[in-house]
């Protein structure tokens, strides 16, 4: 890597407030916010809206979408089949 053209990689925590998460982890992304972590030590923290607490995918909450009543839906709404070819 070149010298002086990197931004400072260094650690950052990462808090999730909708899900009362969070997480050190070491980062480039820079924040005027900072926390007093476990260690006693203090942090940048930036917080983000969505993380591996509340994403439905890893919660299991996710939605399962109801694809055969779309199709459906669809075909009520502009015809079964094929038309024109």
């Known amino acids: ?20 998460f ?3 982890t070491r980062s480039t992304a820079t924040s005027d916010k ?5 260690d006693g030590n203090t942090y ?3 917080d ?3 993380s591996s607490a ?3 995918f890893y919660t299991g909450n ?14 009520r709404r502009y ?3 094929r038309r024109g070819r």
């Not at 002086?4 to 999730?16: E, K, M, N, T």
């Not at 399962?64 to 459906?72: H, I, K, L, Q, S």
């Open 62 to 75: 996710q939605r399962v979408m109801d694809t055969a009543g779309r199709v459906e839906r669809f075909e």
């Open 79 to 81: 015809g079964g089949g």
């Open 44 to 46: 940048p923290v930036i």
């Open 1 to 20: 890597m070149k010298p002086g053209i990197h931004p400072a990689y260094r650690p950052v925590v990462f808090r999730d407030r909708s899900a009362d």
């Open 48 to 50: 983000v809206e969505i």
């Open 54 to 56: 509340s994403h439905p």
């Open 22 to 24: 969070a997480f050190l």
């Open 34 to 38: 900072t926390v007093e972590w476990q």
